[in-house]
């Protein structure tokens, strides 16, 4: 481990791997709050920032701003475009491949901000589908959907958030192709009954046909066919059955769940290696119901300032008492389907959809608020950097663990 020394002041460097919205945050409130004692580097592998939150609008045809990401963090930040291809947490050693070549960075602490990605599809033919959890894959997604014909057969594949807003996206650019979702559960179902109903007339007025109830078994040239004997014709296939996280975590030799997100004790820090923490969807932390905290924005922002709070406190020796736990309470989901119709969901603190929902004007007006006004929040926290607050369990936060394995 490195611990360097500028003029009385000692430095822990820090290596943040992804800006992507929890790395980003991590970096600018790390920055800002920890007054010259910590020398923050971000690695990511492109330049500019990637909106998750609109790759199914990227996917169909629409423009999506990329900001830049140098901008972004600020001078009091270091970026370095490349990809982190190993990562040795004992050794404070990452292996960074990028436009100049290889190179190695060297840290005291890192955090793991890498995001994730389309599940690898587990079904024969699965390869043959499309996805839109990542840049790559919405771009490839793009260009399928432009040069589909008149009277075409797309399938969305997952009744979920990301698979809501895909299939409703798709519809409303094109009108001219046959539409369908294809679900195991209820179309809408996490919804309250009022919400999914107002999800379901909306996929309808854009002319998508829902099958729910069952689930693919395979993906065949022109067809999907379903565990109950059905077919349904898709000359485009868009997996969104869920996200799993990028390798690096688990390359790394760190404690993984198994959809490859690393294993965090309640303060954020890897249970196999409490000098690497894991914010965001790279993370998988216990919350108070006892699952895995939802992946979503929710949860990438307070987790990445969640990460900059224990290291600065770290670096500042304010830390009495050991590495504080992240508390934090969900509030609602806002779901697009295409841009005419949107459901505002709240939740309790657990994410379980409440009785109350906002759709018409006001829910499609705060989606469209949502979707960009989350790029502004990292530049936000880089001019003050405790201006992002979030609110609580309303439990005890649950005590940090002592690590399990070396
Ligand atoms: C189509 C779509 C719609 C969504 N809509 C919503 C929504 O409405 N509300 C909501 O809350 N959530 C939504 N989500 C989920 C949300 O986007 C994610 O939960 C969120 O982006 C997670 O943030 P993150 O910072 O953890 O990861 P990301 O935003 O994925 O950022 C991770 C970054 O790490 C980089 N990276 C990965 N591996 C490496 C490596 N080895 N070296 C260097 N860099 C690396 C990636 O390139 C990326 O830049 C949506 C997701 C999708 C795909």
Redesign the pocket.
């Known amino acids: 481990m490195s611990t360097h020394t500028t003029h009385s002041t000692p430095t822990t460097h820090v290596l943040i791997?992804?800006?992507?919205?929890?790395?980003g945050m991590a970096a600018v409130r790390l920055a800002g709050h920890s007054r010259g004692r910590v020398a923050v580097t971000v690695?990511?592998?492109?330049p500019t920032f990637?909106n998750?939150?609109r790759?199914?609008q990227l996917a169909a045809g629409q423009q999506v701003p990329a900001p830049s990401i140098r901008r972004m963090l600020g001078p009091d930040v270091t970026f370095v475009e490349?990809?982190?291809?190993s990562l040795d947490p004992d050794g404070g050693r990452a292996t960074v491949h990028g436009p100049d070549g290889v190179r190695q960075l060297l840290f005291d602490r890192a955090v793991l901000?890498?995001?994730?990605t389309t599940e690898p599809v587990p079904v024969p033919g699965g390869e043959h589908t499309h996805g839109?959890?990542?840049l790559a894959a919405a771009e490839r997604l793009r260009h399928a959907v432009a040069s589909l014909p008149a009277g075409a057969d797309v399938a969305v594949v997952g009744g979920g958030?990301?698979g809501l807003?895909?299939v409703g996206e798709l519809a409303a650019t094109r009108p001219d192709v046959k539409t369908r979702l294809v679900t195991s559960g209820e179309v809408g179902g996490w919804f309250n009954p009022r919400a999914a109903a107002h999800v379901r007339t909306s996929l309808e007025g854009l002319g998508v046909e829902s099958v729910g109830g069952a689930r693919v078994r395979a993906v065949e040239p022109g067809l999907l066919l379903l565990d109950d004997g059905a077919e349904v014709p898709s000359d485009l296939t868009v997996w969104c059955g869920g996200f799993a996280a990028?390798p690096?975590a688990r390359e790394s030799g760190l404690a993984v769940d198994p959809d490859g997100a690393a294993r965090t004790d309640a303060a954020l820090q890897s249970v196999s290696h409490p000098q690497i923490m894991a914010?965001?969807?790279?993370g998988h932390t216990v919350a108070p119901h006892g699952g895995r905290y939802s992946?979503?924005?929710?949860?990438?922002f307070p987790s990445?300032a969640h990460a900059a709070d224990v290291l600065s406190a770290e670096a500042r020796g304010t830390a009495d008492g050991g590495p504080a736990p992240l508390d934090l309470g969900f509030q609602g989901?806002?779901?697009s389907i295409g841009s005419h119709a949107a459901v505002l969901q709240l939740t309790d603190r657990d994410d379980v959809a409440g009785d109350r929902a906002l759709t018409g004007r006001t829910a499609v007006a705060l989606k469209k608020f949502?979707?960009r006004g989350v790029v502004a929040a990292i530049g936000i926290a880089r001019r003050a950097p405790g201006a992002i607050r979030w609110p609580g369990s309303g439990r005890a936060p649950s005590p940090v663990q002592a690590p399990v394995a070396g």
């Open positions: 791997v992804g800006a992507g919205f929890a790395g690695v990511n592998p492109r990637v998750r939150l790759l199914h490349g990809y982190v291809t901000a890498t995001g994730s839109v959890a990542d958030f990301t807003e895909t990028p690096l914010v965001g969807d790279a992946m979503s924005c929710q949860l990438a990445g989901r806002c779901v949502q979707v």
